[in-house]
């Protein structure tokens, strides 16, 4: 059964990069026609889809992050990673790694597969 | 703030029926699909309902979704006390990428 394990520092500085990776376990993130990204929660508040990123590379983002952020994969390893550069107080979040199933045609496009969350605080 | 709008609460009692919404625009809701997804306390967000009304295996069929233009509505009918979690919509927007509803707490009294 597919996993996803995020890890990375909980405790970043303001103005510094923040940087997580997500294992997957028990198959392959090259399998199927699925994006690698990451939704983060802020405490106490609602979710933020941040990024997903194909195996081979492409990438979408959203748009109010998009100056800052850099989602990459690793297929050797089997993960991807997030770059979250010039942070602020306001990017605290619990960040989860999910899989966005993308097969089939985009009405049907969903995230199917959740990580447990990595916290992160952003504070000197 | 988010760009789908849901209301912060919404409750009820058990083994009732409850709504609860999500308000988009032209370029989201009324032009592509919305999912739902359930959060329980100090857990990681699930799929409940996918493509505005489908339910993935092992959701039981007291939940379903609809959609008329640009909003949406999650329903919960037999409430039950294991109901109580955050609601989040979500849906794909024309400009290429995700957005999320600010979610919904629903209390089971």
């Known amino acids: 059964q597919l996993q996803l394990q995020g890890s990375g520092p909980g405790l970043v500085k303001p103005l510094e990069t923040l940087s997580l990776t997500c294992g997957v376990s028990?198959?392959?993130?090259?399998?199927?026609?699925?994006?690698w990204g990451w939704i983060r929660q802020p405490p106490g508040k609602g979710l933020e889809w941040v990024g997903s990123?194909?195996?081979?590379?492409?990438?979408y983002y959203n748009p109010s992050l998009k100056s800052r952020v850099t989602i990459s994969v690793d297929t050797s390893k089997n993960q991807f990673s997030l770059n979250l550069r010039s942070v602020t107080a306001a990017d605290t979040a619990l960040y989860f790694c999910?899989?966005?199933?993308?097969?089939?045609?985009?009405?049907?496009?969903?995230?199917?597969?959740w990580g447990r969350g990595t916290p992160v605080t952003v504070s000197s | 703030q988010s760009v789908l709008t849901q209301p912060p609460s919404a409750s009820g009692t058990p083994g009732q029926r409850v709504t609860m919404s999500c308000s988009g625009s032209?370029?989201?809701?009324?032009?592509?699909?919305v999912n739902w997804y359930q959060q329980l306390p100090g857990t990681a967000p699930k799929l409940l309902i996918y493509?505005?009304?489908q339910r993935p295996s092992g959701v039981p069929d007291r939940f379903s979704g609809s959609k008329s233009g640009t909003s949406a509505s999650l329903a919960i009918s037999g409430l039950q006390s294991e109901d109580e979690a955050d609601y989040y919509c979500?849906?794909?927007?024309?400009?290429?990428?995700?957005?999320f509803g600010g979610g919904t707490k629903l209390t089971v009294l």
């Open positions: 999910a899989r966005w199933d993308a097969s089939g045609s985009y009405d049907i496009w969903h995230f199917d597969l």
């Open positions: 028990g198959g392959s993130l090259r399998g199927g026609f699925y994006y």
């Open positions: 990123i194909y195996y081979s590379g492409g990438t």
């Open positions: 032209s370029s989201n809701i009324g032009s592509n699909t």
């Open positions: 493509s505005n009304n």
């Open positions: 979500a849906a794909w927007d024309d400009n290429l990428h995700w957005v």
